[in-house]
Protein backbone atom coordinates (compact mmCIF):
# COMPACT_ATOMS: atom_id res chain seq x y z
CA UNK A 1 0.00 0.00 0.00
CA UNK A 2 1.08 3.40 -1.10
CA UNK A 3 1.66 6.21 1.70
CA UNK A 4 0.23 9.68 0.57
CA UNK A 5 3.36 12.19 1.24
CA UNK A 6 2.34 14.57 3.88
CA UNK A 7 2.78 18.28 2.98
CA UNK A 8 5.65 20.65 3.46
CA UNK A 9 4.53 23.82 3.94
CA UNK A 10 7.08 26.90 3.32
CA UNK A 11 6.11 28.29 6.79
CA UNK A 12 8.86 30.66 6.39
CA UNK A 13 6.91 32.41 3.59
CA UNK A 14 3.57 32.47 5.38
CA UNK A 15 2.15 35.09 7.47
CA UNK A 16 2.30 34.02 11.24
CA UNK A 17 -1.19 35.49 11.81
CA UNK A 18 -2.52 32.43 9.16
CA UNK A 19 -1.59 29.19 11.11
CA UNK A 20 -0.06 30.55 14.81
CA UNK A 21 -1.81 29.29 17.75
CA UNK A 22 -2.43 32.56 19.55
CA UNK A 23 -1.34 32.95 23.30
CA UNK A 24 -3.97 32.92 26.11
CA UNK A 25 -4.27 35.77 27.19
CA UNK A 26 -3.25 38.39 24.87
CA UNK A 27 -4.10 42.02 23.84
CA UNK A 28 -4.66 43.35 20.25
CA UNK A 29 -5.38 46.12 17.84
CA UNK A 30 -6.58 45.90 14.42
CA UNK A 31 -6.47 48.96 11.94
CA UNK A 32 -7.82 49.67 8.43
CA UNK A 33 -6.10 52.19 6.09
CA UNK A 34 -6.69 53.69 3.23
CA UNK A 35 -4.48 54.22 -0.17
CA UNK A 36 -4.76 58.06 -1.44
CA UNK A 37 -1.14 57.51 -3.68
CA UNK A 38 0.13 54.42 -5.58
CA UNK A 39 3.38 55.25 -4.74
CA UNK A 40 3.22 55.72 -1.09
CA UNK A 41 1.04 52.54 -0.78
CA UNK A 42 4.34 50.71 -2.13
CA UNK A 43 6.43 52.52 -0.39
CA UNK A 44 3.84 51.10 2.80
CA UNK A 45 4.26 47.27 1.86
CA UNK A 46 8.03 47.32 1.50
CA UNK A 47 8.19 48.73 5.11
CA UNK A 48 5.52 46.36 6.27
CA UNK A 49 7.20 43.67 4.68
CA UNK A 50 10.52 44.37 5.86
CA UNK A 51 8.51 44.28 9.77
CA UNK A 52 7.54 40.85 9.04
CA UNK A 53 10.40 39.36 7.30
CA UNK A 54 12.25 40.58 10.98
CA UNK A 55 9.31 38.99 12.90
CA UNK A 56 10.60 35.85 11.03
CA UNK A 57 14.12 35.76 11.45
CA UNK A 58 13.29 35.90 15.44
CA UNK A 59 12.83 31.93 16.97
CA UNK A 60 8.95 31.58 17.92
CA UNK A 61 9.59 31.10 21.26
CA UNK A 62 10.73 34.36 21.84
CA UNK A 63 8.37 36.06 19.54
CA UNK A 64 6.01 38.47 22.07
CA UNK A 65 4.06 39.98 19.25
CA UNK A 66 3.30 39.83 15.73
CA UNK A 67 1.48 41.32 12.76
CA UNK A 68 -0.30 40.33 9.62
CA UNK A 69 -0.88 42.81 6.64
CA UNK A 70 -3.95 41.82 4.38
CA UNK A 71 -5.78 43.79 1.48
CA UNK A 72 -8.94 43.97 -0.11
CA UNK A 73 -9.90 43.87 -3.63
CA UNK A 74 -10.08 47.74 -3.78
CA UNK A 75 -6.54 47.65 -2.10
CA UNK A 76 -4.79 45.81 -4.32
CA UNK A 77 -6.17 48.02 -7.03
CA UNK A 78 -5.07 51.07 -5.65
CA UNK A 79 -0.99 49.20 -5.09
CA UNK A 80 -1.79 49.43 -9.26
CA UNK A 81 -2.26 45.66 -9.66
CA UNK A 82 -3.55 45.66 -13.46
CA UNK A 83 -7.52 44.46 -13.79
CA UNK A 84 -6.81 41.69 -15.24
CA UNK A 85 -4.95 39.84 -12.29
CA UNK A 86 -7.55 41.64 -9.92
CA UNK A 87 -9.84 38.77 -12.20
CA UNK A 88 -8.74 35.93 -11.19
CA UNK A 89 -9.19 36.13 -7.69
CA UNK A 90 -12.86 35.23 -6.79
CA UNK A 91 -15.37 36.87 -7.36
CA UNK A 92 -17.21 36.76 -3.70
CA UNK A 93 -13.86 38.48 -2.55
CA UNK A 94 -13.75 40.80 -6.47
CA UNK A 95 -17.73 41.94 -4.34
CA UNK A 96 -16.75 42.36 -0.76
CA UNK A 97 -18.48 41.48 2.37
CA UNK A 98 -21.36 44.53 1.65
CA UNK A 99 -22.41 43.70 -1.30
CA UNK A 100 -22.83 40.09 -0.28
CA UNK A 101 -24.82 40.21 2.59
CA UNK A 102 -28.57 39.95 1.82
CA UNK A 103 -27.00 36.12 0.52
CA UNK A 104 -25.30 35.96 4.67
CA UNK A 105 -27.84 37.00 6.06
CA UNK A 106 -26.77 40.83 7.35
CA UNK A 107 -30.29 42.00 6.69
CA UNK A 108 -32.15 44.32 9.11
CA UNK A 109 -30.18 46.19 11.52
CA UNK A 110 -27.03 44.14 10.64
CA UNK A 111 -27.63 45.51 6.60
CA UNK A 112 -24.80 47.19 5.94
CA UNK A 113 -26.56 50.82 5.70
CA UNK A 114 -26.24 50.50 9.89
CA UNK A 115 -22.63 49.28 9.70
CA UNK A 116 -19.69 51.39 10.96
CA UNK A 117 -18.17 53.27 8.49
CA UNK A 118 -15.43 52.95 6.84
CA UNK A 119 -16.26 49.27 6.88
CA UNK A 120 -17.69 47.87 3.86
CA UNK A 121 -16.87 50.60 1.90
CA UNK A 122 -13.99 51.00 -0.83
CA UNK A 123 -12.52 53.19 1.44
CA UNK A 124 -10.74 50.20 3.30
CA UNK A 125 -7.67 49.11 1.54
CA UNK A 126 -5.32 47.53 3.96
CA UNK A 127 -5.93 45.48 7.31
CA UNK A 128 -3.15 45.22 9.80
CA UNK A 129 -3.51 43.55 12.75
CA UNK A 130 -1.32 43.65 15.95
CA UNK A 131 -1.66 41.00 18.67
CA UNK A 132 0.94 40.81 22.12
CA UNK A 133 0.84 38.89 25.33
CA UNK A 134 0.87 41.65 27.32
CA UNK A 135 0.12 45.40 26.54
CA UNK A 136 4.21 46.59 26.85
CA UNK A 137 4.65 44.40 24.04
CA UNK A 138 1.49 45.18 22.13
CA UNK A 139 2.68 49.29 21.95
CA UNK A 140 6.45 48.28 20.90
CA UNK A 141 5.09 46.70 17.68
CA UNK A 142 2.25 48.95 17.32
CA UNK A 143 4.50 51.55 17.45
CA UNK A 144 7.03 49.65 15.01
CA UNK A 145 4.04 49.71 12.12
CA UNK A 146 3.12 52.94 13.00
CA UNK A 147 6.80 54.64 11.83
CA UNK A 148 5.72 52.27 8.48
CA UNK A 149 3.40 54.79 7.85
CA UNK A 150 3.76 57.97 10.11
CA UNK A 151 5.64 59.95 7.30
CA UNK A 152 3.96 59.16 4.18
CA UNK A 153 0.86 61.54 4.31
CA UNK A 154 -1.49 60.22 1.88
CA UNK A 155 -1.99 56.98 4.40
CA UNK A 156 -4.97 57.75 6.35
CA UNK A 157 -6.09 54.83 9.18
CA UNK A 158 -9.68 54.96 8.67
CA UNK A 159 -10.59 52.46 11.44
CA UNK A 160 -9.44 51.08 14.98
CA UNK A 161 -10.33 48.71 16.73
CA UNK A 162 -8.28 47.50 20.46
CA UNK A 163 -9.53 43.96 21.58
CA UNK A 164 -8.03 41.21 23.66
CA UNK A 165 -8.63 37.62 25.49
CA UNK A 166 -8.96 37.55 29.35
CA UNK A 167 -7.07 34.75 30.83
CA UNK A 168 -10.26 32.94 30.97
CA UNK A 169 -10.20 32.64 27.25
CA UNK A 170 -14.28 33.62 27.78
CA UNK A 171 -15.72 36.18 25.65
CA UNK A 172 -18.70 38.59 26.49
CA UNK A 173 -21.21 35.90 26.65
CA UNK A 174 -19.01 34.10 29.23
CA UNK A 175 -17.61 31.21 27.26
CA UNK A 176 -14.42 29.70 26.54
CA UNK A 177 -13.61 30.46 23.10
CA UNK A 178 -11.75 29.66 20.29
CA UNK A 179 -11.43 26.02 20.80
CA UNK A 180 -13.02 24.08 17.62
CA UNK A 181 -9.80 25.18 15.22
CA UNK A 182 -8.82 22.42 12.65
CA UNK A 183 -5.46 20.18 13.05
CA UNK A 184 -3.77 21.19 9.75
CA UNK A 185 -1.31 18.87 7.86
CA UNK A 186 2.17 20.21 7.90
CA UNK A 187 1.18 23.45 10.33
CA UNK A 188 3.25 22.10 12.88
CA UNK A 189 1.66 22.99 15.56
CA UNK A 190 -0.07 20.07 18.40
CA UNK A 191 -2.46 17.62 16.81
CA UNK A 192 -5.51 18.51 19.39
CA UNK A 193 -8.52 16.13 17.80
CA UNK A 194 -7.44 12.57 17.46
CA UNK A 195 -11.16 11.87 16.22
CA UNK A 196 -10.51 13.60 12.56
CA UNK A 197 -6.74 13.21 10.12
CA UNK A 198 -5.68 16.92 10.21
CA UNK A 199 -6.77 18.90 7.36
CA UNK A 200 -5.14 19.25 3.90
CA UNK A 201 -2.83 22.28 3.90
CA UNK A 202 -4.48 23.53 0.76
CA UNK A 203 -7.70 24.27 2.42
CA UNK A 204 -6.73 27.05 4.24
CA UNK A 205 -3.29 27.59 2.27
CA UNK A 206 -3.27 28.13 -1.39
CA UNK A 207 -0.27 26.42 -3.41
CA UNK A 208 -0.83 23.25 -1.57
CA UNK A 209 -3.65 20.26 -2.21
CA UNK A 210 -6.46 20.49 -0.55
CA UNK A 211 -9.37 18.17 0.71
CA UNK A 212 -10.23 17.21 -2.60
CA UNK A 213 -7.14 16.73 -4.17
CA UNK A 214 -6.67 19.36 -6.28
CA UNK A 215 -5.09 22.28 -6.09
CA UNK A 216 -7.72 25.68 -4.92
CA UNK A 217 -7.61 28.48 -7.70
CA UNK A 218 -5.06 30.64 -6.85
CA UNK A 219 -4.56 34.55 -8.31
CA UNK A 220 -2.23 35.23 -10.68
CA UNK A 221 0.65 35.64 -11.05
CA UNK A 222 1.85 32.80 -8.93
CA UNK A 223 4.24 35.05 -7.03
CA UNK A 224 1.18 36.70 -5.54
CA UNK A 225 -1.20 33.76 -4.95
CA UNK A 226 0.99 31.39 -3.25
CA UNK A 227 1.47 31.00 0.40
CA UNK A 228 -1.42 33.65 0.79
CA UNK A 229 -4.64 32.97 2.67
CA UNK A 230 -8.24 35.16 2.17
CA UNK A 231 -9.47 36.65 5.41
CA UNK A 232 -12.72 37.47 7.12
CA UNK A 233 -13.35 40.11 9.11
CA UNK A 234 -16.53 40.50 10.99
CA UNK A 235 -17.19 43.14 13.85
CA UNK A 236 -20.28 41.37 16.37
CA UNK A 237 -21.86 43.32 18.36
CA UNK A 238 -23.32 41.43 21.48
CA UNK A 239 -26.20 42.03 23.32
CA UNK A 240 -25.53 40.07 26.43
CA UNK A 241 -28.35 41.70 29.15
CA UNK A 242 -31.06 40.31 26.10
CA UNK A 243 -29.24 36.66 26.27
CA UNK A 244 -28.80 36.92 30.59
CA UNK A 245 -32.78 37.98 30.39
CA UNK A 246 -34.01 35.46 27.79
CA UNK A 247 -32.34 32.43 30.02
CA UNK A 248 -33.46 34.03 33.09
CA UNK A 249 -37.21 33.83 32.12
CA UNK A 250 -37.10 30.54 30.29
CA UNK A 251 -35.25 28.74 33.41
CA UNK A 252 -36.65 27.84 36.17
CA UNK A 253 -33.51 27.86 38.41
CA UNK A 254 -30.02 29.20 38.29
CA UNK A 255 -28.89 25.31 37.63
CA UNK A 256 -31.48 24.97 34.69
CA UNK A 257 -30.34 28.36 33.12
CA UNK A 258 -26.89 27.01 33.14
CA UNK A 259 -27.34 24.15 31.58
CA UNK A 260 -29.55 26.21 28.80
CA UNK A 261 -26.71 28.38 28.16
CA UNK A 262 -24.67 25.18 27.59
CA UNK A 263 -27.11 23.51 25.40
CA UNK A 264 -27.89 26.75 22.95
CA UNK A 265 -23.35 26.67 22.50
CA UNK A 266 -23.17 23.39 22.89
CA UNK A 267 -19.90 24.08 25.43
CA UNK A 268 -19.65 24.49 29.43
CA UNK A 269 -18.58 28.00 30.06
CA UNK A 270 -14.81 26.66 30.81
CA UNK A 271 -15.12 25.07 27.29
CA UNK A 272 -15.69 21.79 27.72
CA UNK A 273 -17.97 19.83 25.18
CA UNK A 274 -21.29 18.56 26.42
CA UNK A 275 -20.31 15.67 23.92
CA UNK A 276 -17.86 14.78 27.09
CA UNK A 277 -19.59 16.63 29.32
CA UNK A 278 -23.20 16.40 29.14
CA UNK A 279 -24.72 16.90 32.61
CA UNK A 280 -22.32 19.26 34.45
CA UNK A 281 -19.27 21.85 33.85
CA UNK A 282 -15.89 20.35 34.11
CA UNK A 283 -13.31 23.15 34.40
CA UNK A 284 -10.39 20.58 33.94
CA UNK A 285 -11.53 19.00 30.80
CA UNK A 286 -12.30 22.55 29.56
CA UNK A 287 -8.92 23.51 29.84
CA UNK A 288 -7.01 20.42 28.55
CA UNK A 289 -6.14 21.41 25.30
CA UNK A 290 -5.75 17.32 24.43
CA UNK A 291 -8.94 16.80 25.33
CA UNK A 292 -11.50 19.56 24.84
CA UNK A 293 -11.38 19.68 20.98
CA UNK A 294 -10.79 15.72 20.72
CA UNK A 295 -14.41 14.54 20.32
CA UNK A 296 -17.35 13.18 17.86
CA UNK A 297 -20.78 13.48 17.57
CA UNK A 298 -21.55 9.91 16.13
CA UNK A 299 -22.39 8.75 19.49
CA UNK A 300 -25.29 11.37 20.15
CA UNK A 301 -26.21 11.92 16.65
CA UNK A 302 -30.04 12.35 18.12
CA UNK A 303 -28.72 15.27 20.17
CA UNK A 304 -29.41 14.29 23.51
CA UNK A 305 -26.06 15.20 24.87
CA UNK A 306 -25.22 18.26 23.03
CA UNK A 307 -27.98 19.71 20.67
CA UNK A 308 -27.59 19.21 16.61
CA UNK A 309 -28.96 22.80 16.53
CA UNK A 310 -26.40 24.27 18.96
CA UNK A 311 -23.72 26.86 18.12
CA UNK A 312 -20.78 24.78 18.38
CA UNK A 313 -22.17 21.73 16.69
CA UNK A 314 -23.94 24.22 13.72
CA UNK A 315 -20.26 25.58 12.79
CA UNK A 316 -18.66 22.35 12.92
CA UNK A 317 -20.98 18.79 12.32
CA UNK A 318 -17.65 16.77 13.05
CA UNK A 319 -18.55 13.05 12.41
CA UNK A 320 -22.39 13.98 12.95
CA UNK A 321 -22.75 13.80 9.09
CA UNK A 322 -20.72 11.16 7.77
CA UNK A 323 -23.39 9.41 6.58
CA UNK A 324 -25.27 11.68 4.46
CA UNK A 325 -23.84 11.60 1.16
CA UNK A 326 -24.25 15.24 -0.22
CA UNK A 327 -22.31 16.80 2.61
CA UNK A 328 -18.55 16.29 3.36
CA UNK A 329 -17.70 18.46 6.63
CA UNK A 330 -14.05 18.29 5.89
CA UNK A 331 -14.65 20.58 2.60
CA UNK A 332 -16.20 23.26 5.33
CA UNK A 333 -13.63 23.32 7.94
CA UNK A 334 -12.88 26.84 9.08
CA UNK A 335 -9.65 28.60 11.11
CA UNK A 336 -11.28 30.50 13.65
CA UNK A 337 -10.09 33.64 15.96
CA UNK A 338 -12.34 35.23 18.14
CA UNK A 339 -11.19 38.45 20.15
CA UNK A 340 -13.30 40.72 22.72
CA UNK A 341 -13.81 43.94 22.43
CA UNK A 342 -15.57 46.27 25.08
CA UNK A 343 -15.84 46.36 28.09
CA UNK A 344 -17.25 43.10 29.90
CA UNK A 345 -20.62 43.34 31.31
CA UNK A 346 -20.51 43.11 35.20
CA UNK A 347 -21.68 39.59 36.32
CA UNK A 348 -25.61 39.25 37.22
CA UNK A 349 -26.67 42.40 35.13
CA UNK A 350 -29.44 42.23 33.22
CA UNK A 351 -29.73 45.57 31.80
CA UNK A 352 -27.99 47.05 29.20
CA UNK A 353 -25.23 49.60 30.47
CA UNK A 354 -24.84 51.39 26.65
CA UNK A 355 -21.25 50.20 26.38
CA UNK A 356 -20.41 49.29 22.93
CA UNK A 357 -18.73 45.21 23.35
CA UNK A 358 -18.56 42.03 21.29
CA UNK A 359 -16.33 39.85 19.15
CA UNK A 360 -14.42 40.70 16.20
CA UNK A 361 -14.24 37.45 14.43
CA UNK A 362 -11.67 36.65 11.61
CA UNK A 363 -11.55 33.16 9.18
CA UNK A 364 -8.57 32.39 7.49
CA UNK A 365 -9.12 29.81 4.38
CA UNK A 366 -8.71 29.37 0.91
CA UNK A 367 -11.98 29.07 -0.13
CA UNK A 368 -14.06 32.18 0.76
CA UNK A 369 -17.36 30.53 -0.38
CA UNK A 370 -16.86 27.03 0.33
CA UNK A 371 -15.84 27.39 3.48
CA UNK A 372 -17.03 31.04 5.29
CA UNK A 373 -19.86 31.39 3.10
CA UNK A 374 -21.24 27.98 3.25
CA UNK A 375 -20.90 27.61 6.78
CA UNK A 376 -22.71 30.90 7.66
CA UNK A 377 -25.94 30.13 5.07
CA UNK A 378 -26.25 26.61 5.10
CA UNK A 379 -25.32 25.44 8.77
CA UNK A 380 -25.88 29.07 10.44
CA UNK A 381 -28.30 30.66 9.45
CA UNK A 382 -30.58 27.53 7.98
CA UNK A 383 -31.63 24.25 9.73
CA UNK A 384 -32.29 21.90 7.06
CA UNK A 385 -28.99 20.10 7.10
CA UNK A 386 -30.59 18.96 11.12
CA UNK A 387 -34.11 18.69 9.92
CA UNK A 388 -35.33 21.68 11.40
CA UNK A 389 -35.62 23.96 7.82
CA UNK A 390 -37.11 26.79 10.55
CA UNK A 391 -34.30 27.22 12.79
CA UNK A 392 -31.00 29.21 12.82
CA UNK A 393 -28.73 29.61 15.35
CA UNK A 394 -29.51 30.25 19.00
CA UNK A 395 -27.12 32.44 19.48
CA UNK A 396 -25.75 34.10 16.50
CA UNK A 397 -29.64 34.22 14.36
CA UNK A 398 -29.21 34.09 10.90
CA UNK A 399 -32.39 33.79 8.11
CA UNK A 400 -35.18 32.83 11.32
CA UNK A 401 -35.42 36.03 13.63
CA UNK A 402 -36.61 35.38 16.12
CA UNK A 403 -36.19 31.87 16.22
CA UNK A 404 -37.07 28.48 18.37
CA UNK A 405 -34.69 26.30 19.21
CA UNK A 406 -34.78 22.01 19.62
CA UNK A 407 -33.35 20.32 23.18
CA UNK A 408 -33.95 16.58 22.62
CA UNK A 409 -35.04 15.01 25.80
CA UNK A 410 -36.85 11.93 27.23
CA UNK A 411 -39.56 11.38 27.42
CA UNK A 412 -40.11 14.62 25.89
CA UNK A 413 -38.54 17.13 23.71
CA UNK A 414 -38.11 21.38 25.08
CA UNK A 415 -38.23 23.59 22.37
CA UNK A 416 -37.32 27.27 23.11
CA UNK A 417 -39.53 30.02 21.66
CA UNK A 418 -38.98 33.56 20.00
CA UNK A 419 -35.20 33.46 20.62
CA UNK A 420 -34.08 37.31 19.43
CA UNK A 421 -30.37 37.46 17.53
CA UNK A 422 -28.22 38.29 20.46
CA UNK A 423 -25.31 39.07 18.03
CA UNK A 424 -25.64 42.23 15.30
CA UNK A 425 -23.36 42.59 12.83
CA UNK A 426 -21.34 46.02 12.85
CA UNK A 427 -19.49 45.44 9.36
CA UNK A 428 -17.20 43.34 7.89
CA UNK A 429 -14.28 42.52 4.96
CA UNK A 430 -12.98 40.37 3.19
CA UNK A 431 -9.26 40.73 2.58
CA UNK A 432 -6.44 38.61 1.29
CA UNK A 433 -3.02 38.26 3.48
CA UNK A 434 -0.09 37.41 0.78
CA UNK A 435 2.68 35.49 1.69
CA UNK A 436 5.90 37.22 2.44
CA UNK A 437 7.15 36.91 -1.39
CA UNK A 438 4.17 38.38 -2.31
CA UNK A 439 4.50 41.29 -0.53
CA UNK A 440 7.83 41.72 -1.56
CA UNK A 441 6.49 41.69 -5.28
CA UNK A 442 3.64 44.14 -4.28
CA UNK A 443 5.69 46.69 -3.09
CA UNK A 444 8.12 46.41 -6.44
CA UNK A 445 5.31 46.89 -8.71
CA UNK A 446 6.21 48.87 -11.67
CA UNK A 447 2.94 50.84 -12.81
Not at 148 to 171: F, H, K, M, N
Not at 219 to 233: D, H, I, K, Q
Not at 239 to 259: N, P
Request: proline share 7%; glycine share 10%.
Amino acid sequence: MSVEPKTVLELDDIQAGALRERPSPYVGRYLLLQLHDAGEGRELVRRLHALLAAEKEAPEDETQAWATVAFTCAGLAALGVPQSMLDTFPAEFREGMARRAQELGDLGPSGPEHWEWPLGTDAVHVAVSVLARDERHLQIVAELARQRYADLSSIEVVWRQDCYQLPSGRTSFGFKDGIGNPDVEGSGQPVRNRHERPIKAGEFILGYPDETGALPPMPAPEVLGRNGTFLVLRKLRTDVAAYRRYLREAARSREEERLLAAKMVGRWPSGAPLALAPETDDPELGADPTRNNSFGYREDLRGFKCPAGAHARRANPRDALEDENSVDVRLHRMIRRGTSYGPMLAEGVLDDDGLDRGIIFVFAGSHLKRQFEFVKTQWINDGVFIGASDESDPLVGGAHTPTDFTIPHVPIRRRLRQLPSFVTTRGGEYCFAPGLRALKWLGELDT
